[in-house]
């Protein structure tokens, strides 16, 4: 039963143009979710994260857009470009007696055609 | 500098052999965990620990084996209990608490033959 679902395995985009990456969950315990971003033969590095009590995070040319009621997130990217190609993990985390339990969705590909 | 790392990148064993994954981390961090990627699926948790000389089973942790002596270090011993162990392994670090990113190594990759 995943918890955290990705459902797009690949997206491609053109450059200068908006990617928008898209997570859902069940699992409504959780209350911080991330993306993070990996390039093949790496581990992934942390990008950007959203409380539960936000529904929008920016950090530069990423924001993350969440909608509680609908247990969906989307990770934009504006502009995208070539070096952005890599796959994004969706993840979310809930209190586990203290610690913090993350869980992975399966990821998207995505490719920025210059 | 800081930062996590794994060694060896690539590692090869025959079946029927226990075989360490080293990691190592000089970031100060707490926590530390070992997670599992698969083709097709997203990062699945071993074991984590929270602190020195503990630690806690994860999501899949049959056939895996953890210890945490130093704060910097968190080897796992995959043995040959594992059915399936040609895997991904990446290890994480992190502030423990809630609301806190992780860190990740570069990941080895083992290929049992």
């Known amino acids: 039963d995943q918890q955290v679902k990705q459902n797009s395995p690949s997206l491609s985009v053109q450059e200068g143009r908006i990617s928008i990456l898209n997570c859902d969950y069940t699992?409504?315990?959780?209350?911080?979710f991330l993306w993070y971003k990996k390039y093949p033969a790496e581990g992934p590095t942390f990008l950007i994260s959203i409380s539960s009590i936000k529904d929008k995070n920016e950090d530069g040319r990423f924001t993350v857009f969440l909608n509680k009621s609908a247990k969906h997130l989307s990770l934009h990217i504006v502009p995208s470009q070539p070096g952005d190609s890599a796959v994004y993990f969706c993840a979310a985390s809930a209190d586990s007696g203290g610690y913090q339990k993350v869980t992975f969705g399966i990821g998207t590909k995505l490719q920025v055609i210059p | 500098d800081g930062g996590i790392t794994q060694s060896p990148k690539y590692l090869f064993r025959k079946e029927g052999q226990n075989v360490t994954l080293s990691c190592e981390q000089n970031?100060?961090?707490?926590?530390m965990y070992w997670y599992r990627q698969d083709p097709g699926q997203g990062l699945r948790l071993i074991y984590y620990?929270?602190?020195?000389?503990?630690?806690q089973k994860g999501d899949i942790a049959e056939g895996y084996s953890v210890s945490r002596e130093k704060k910097e270090s968190f080897p796992l011993t995959v043995t040959s209990a594992q059915k399936n162990p040609t895997a991904f392994y990446l290890c994480?670090?992190?502030?423990?608490?809630?609301?806190?990113?992780?860190?990740f190594g570069q990941g080895t990759r083992l290929t049992v033959v």
């Open positions: 994480a670090s992190g502030r423990t608490g809630l609301n806190t990113e992780a860190f």
């Open positions: 620990s929270q602190i020195v000389n503990d630690f």
């Open positions: 699992n409504s315990m959780f209350d911080y």
């Open positions: 970031l100060n961090h707490d926590a």
